[in-house]
């Protein structure tokens, strides 16, 4: 079992920043994929980000909406990710997840609750 907490969430106008960090405990994958993905109401969820490591080495992939903005980093020694978010608009209003997976998995195996990004205009 993997358990992944979000934090980092609020309130923000636009142009403004914020980071959220995912936080990673019990299992540990040696490949794997760690993903951010933003639910905004009324509408499905949406990658935003995602951090890939396994024998081919290591990949960052952003969505095209968030390019230039948003920034995944990690701090290997706290098992955390972080998504860096700056110049924040309206429309990244949404709770953002992250998740992760195996590599050699289709789909994303464990979730965080969540947390809530609002930018206002």
């Known amino acids: 079992q993997v358990q992944l907490v979000e934090s980092g969430g609020g309130l923000v106008q636009t142009g403004g920043s914020l980071t959220l960090s995912c936080a990673a405990s019990?299992?540990?994958?040696?490949?794997?994929?760690m993903g951010w993905f933003r639910q905004a109401p009324g509408k499905e969820r949406e990658f935003v980000s995602s951090?890939?490591?396994?024998?081919?080495?290591?990949?960052?992939d952003y969505a095209d909406s968030v390019k230039g903005r948003f920034t995944l980093s990690r701090d290997n020694a706290k098992n955390t990710v972080y998504l860096i978010m700056n110049s924040l608009k309206p429309q990244d209003t949404a709770v953002y997840y992250c998740?992760?997976?195996?590599?050699?998995?289709?789909?994303?195996?464990?979730w965080g609750q969540g947390t809530q990004v609002t930018v206002s205009s």
């Open positions: 951090f890939s490591f396994g024998l081919n080495g290591a990949r960052t």
């Open positions: 019990g299992r540990i994958f040696r490949s794997y994929v």
């Open positions: 998740a992760v997976r195996r590599i050699a998995v289709s789909s994303y195996e464990y």
